[in-house]
């Protein structure tokens, strides 16, 4: 039987949209939890695609063909959780609020739209409250406390994090050391071979030239290469990872105490996610974890055998009915949703 025929068109169906930089998001499962539907596509952030319609096209997309797969349409989704990022605002959510109803007219009524950085709490914790850290192109730290109140960083951080956080860091270093007013690096010699420049200056030049400069993912790209000479003991790459991690867990400190988590008598669930701390052997998740005892007291750090999408659908889940704060109920939904959910490429970026 496909996943389309277990569905069925009348079934009562819940839908998780995880919209980032890199990837849009969309799972579709029945109220036991089981996984129906996927979809994926490009850019849903409204700051970072070229129009913010654009970025409404794409999650819209994603959601279609994971409604597609599932033999279903929008009337048969019951409950709706959008995980998006760029709303950092209240007009970024009001700006999605009208998009999807005059894209879905009597649709997804029942629907929540929370920053991109509230998807991977429930990974952690079905019942969810806790704090959620994603490093992926950027960054995202999200926390819900105990008594329901939410805190997001969205442009509070003062400190690109990421991969494109890693990359800055590491254009900066391989520009000062050029200047010789920084020490030498491999990461010169490292990122002219990743990029195929000659010399630091052409480098420098097809990053900030007018016309044909480097892309966003193209200056990205070189995340993967900064922790790289950092596993091999450059001293200036491990001080650049070893600030990133610093400032992941500084940063979901400031979620914790903003919420609760601080004064809560219980272990904080602290759920890292993202390219950049999911990565094995990361560097960065290894500071980060260094670090995060210091800033928020109880952290029981996981790092997520569910990806981000799953927590939106979890988050809908809840949202819609399903008593995910029943540990009974959290664990056997959780079992299932981690069981059929779509196959590891599927997310990959």
């Given at each position: 039987?496909?996943?389309?025929?277990?569905?069925?068109?009348?079934?009562?169906?819940?839908?998780?949209?995880?919209?980032?930089?890199?990837?849009?998001?969309?799972?579709?499962?029945?109220?036991?939890?089981?996984?129906?539907?996927?979809?994926?596509?490009?850019?849903?952030?409204?700051?970072?695609?070229?129009?913010?319609?654009a970025a409404v096209a794409e999650v819209l997309a994603a959601v279609r063909e994971a409604l597609a797969q599932a033999g279903a349409d929008?009337?048969?989704?019951?409950?709706?959780?959008?995980?998006?990022?760029?709303?950092?605002?209240?007009?970024?959510?009001?700006?999605?609020?009208?998009?999807?109803?005059?894209?879905?007219?009597?649709?997804?009524?029942?629907?929540?739209?929370?920053?991109?950085?509230?998807?991977?709490?429930?990974?952690?914790?079905?019942?969810?409250?806790?704090?959620?850290?994603?490093?992926?192109?950027?960054?995202?730290?999200?926390?819900?406390?105990?008594?329901?109140?939410?805190?997001?960083?969205?442009?509070?951080?003062?400190?690109?994090?990421?991969?494109?956080?890693?990359?800055?860091?590491?254009?900066?270093?391989?520009?000062?050391?050029?200047?010789?007013?920084?020490?030498?690096?491999?990461?010169?010699?490292?990122?002219?071979?990743h990029y195929g420049k000659p010399t630091v200056a052409a480098l420098n030049h097809w990053l900030t030239r007018r016309e044909g400069r480097?892309?966003?993912?193209?200056?990205?790209?070189?995340?993967?290469?900064?922790?790289?000479?950092?596993?091999?003991?450059?001293?200036?790459?491990?001080?650049?990872?070893?600030?990133?991690?610093?400032?992941?867990?500084?940063?979901?400190?400031?979620?914790?105490?903003?919420?609760?988590?601080?004064?809560?008598?219980?272990?904080?669930?602290?759920?890292?996610?993202g390219s950049v701390l999911m990565a094995e052997d990361s560097p960065v998740a290894e500071a980060l974890l260094a670090e995060l005892p210091?800033?928020?007291?109880?952290?029981?750090?996981?790092?997520?055998?569910?990806?981000?999408?799953?927590?939106?659908?979890?988050?809908?889940?809840?949202?819609?009915?399903?008593?995910?704060?029943?540990?009974?109920?959290?664990?056997?939904?959780?079992?299932?949703?981690?069981?059929?959910?779509?196959?590891?490429?599927?997310?990959?970026?």
């Open positions: 039987m496909t996943r389309a025929q277990s569905a069925g068109p009348a079934s009562t169906l819940f839908l998780g949209v995880d919209a980032g930089n890199s990837k849009t998001a969309a799972l579709v499962s029945t109220a036991a939890g089981q996984v129906v539907g996927a979809g994926r596509s490009a850019c849903g952030d409204i700051y970072g695609a070229p129009t913010p319609e929008l009337p048969a989704v019951k409950a709706a959780a959008f995980r998006l990022a760029g709303i950092d605002w209240p007009e970024d959510r009001t700006y999605w609020d009208q998009a999807l109803t005059r894209h879905c007219p009597g649709a997804l009524t029942r629907r929540t739209i929370l920053n991109d950085g509230y998807a991977a709490i429930r990974c952690g914790d079905p019942g969810g409250v806790g704090i959620s850290v994603t490093g992926g192109t950027a960054a995202a730290i999200a926390a819900r406390g105990p008594d329901g109140k939410l805190w997001d960083m969205g442009w509070w951080s003062q400190h690109a994090m990421g991969a494109m956080g890693l990359a800055n860091e590491a254009f900066r270093a391989v520009f000062l050391a050029e200047l010789e007013l920084g020490p030498r690096t491999a990461l010169t010699e490292a990122l002219l071979t480097a892309t966003g993912r193209e200056r990205n790209s070189c995340a993967r290469v900064v922790t790289a000479v950092a596993a091999v003991g450059d001293p200036v790459a491990v001080e650049i990872v070893r600030a990133q991690g610093a400032r992941f867990a500084q940063y979901a400190g400031v979620a914790a105490r903003r919420t609760g988590l601080t004064r809560a008598d219980r272990p904080v669930s602290v759920v890292l996610a210091a800033h928020v007291p109880g952290a029981v750090p996981l790092r997520g055998s569910l990806p981000p999408v799953a927590g939106a659908l979890l988050d809908a889940l809840a949202e819609g009915g399903v008593p995910l704060h029943e540990r009974e109920v959290a664990d056997t939904v959780s079992a299932r949703v981690t069981a059929t959910m779509p196959p590891r490429e599927f997310l990959a970026t």
